[in-house]
């Protein structure tokens, strides 16, 4: 074993922690109360009366044995 063994042991153990200390530069900016993900397609759907219908029909039935 040659003397810079151990100071390229060293070395390259550092190099391993800092690699774990990497954060990526990527930044999310969120403004409360602003959604700006994908569109929802079941959103549509809950849109309509006759979903909100069901949806009232549904609740009125469990809450009713109450």
């Known amino acids: 074993m040659s003397r810079s063994a151990p100071v390229l042991f060293a070395?390259?153990?550092?190099?391993?922690?800092?690699?774990?200390?990497y954060e990526s530069p990527d930044v999310t900016n969120f403004d409360p109360g602003v959604y700006k993900g994908k569109e929802d397609p079941l959103m549509e759907t809950t849109r309509s009366a006759e979903f909100q219908e069901q949806l009232r029909e549904r609740f009125a039935t469990v809450q009713t044995d109450r």
């Open 11 to 21: 070395l390259a153990a550092a190099t391993a922690a800092l690699g774990g200390c």
